[in-house]
């Protein structure tokens, strides 16, 4: 079993940036994979961002060139840093953690982006 605690997100002004942490306890040596998620009101969850344990990322076309996912293993850290933050971009976000055995979610934290 794996814990999630995302940390980072608040209130920016567009083109501002943002950077949101997610830090893992318990089972980490079993993470497959992490990643970012997101929903806005009214809308479905999307994936925003995962990388692999191998390293290997991917990310949604609406954010390639403006975030970028990274880990700090030695801390059990999943980070997302934002830049260049639009109004679209205002959800809660989440933090998930892949496991052999099945995810495993954050509490999400809120970004608000405004114009």
Known sequence: QVQ???SG??????????R????????????????????A??????LVARISSGGITIYADSVKGRFTISRDNAKNTVYLQMNSLKPED???YYCKAV???GGYW????????SS
Request: contains cysteine; glycine residues 16%.
């Open 20 to 39: 949101l942490s997610c830090a893992a306890s318990g089972s980490t040596s079993s993470i497959n994979a992490s990643g970012w998620y997101r929903q």
């Open 9 to 18: 997100g608040g209130l920016v002004q567009a083109g501002g940036s943002l």
């Open 41 to 46: 009101p009214g809308k479905q969850r999307e």
């Open 90 to 92: 205002t959800a809660v």
């Open 4 to 6: 999630l605690v995302e």
């Open 99 to 101: 496991l052999p055995v």
């Open 106 to 113: 954050g509490q999400g934290t809120q970004v608000t982006v």
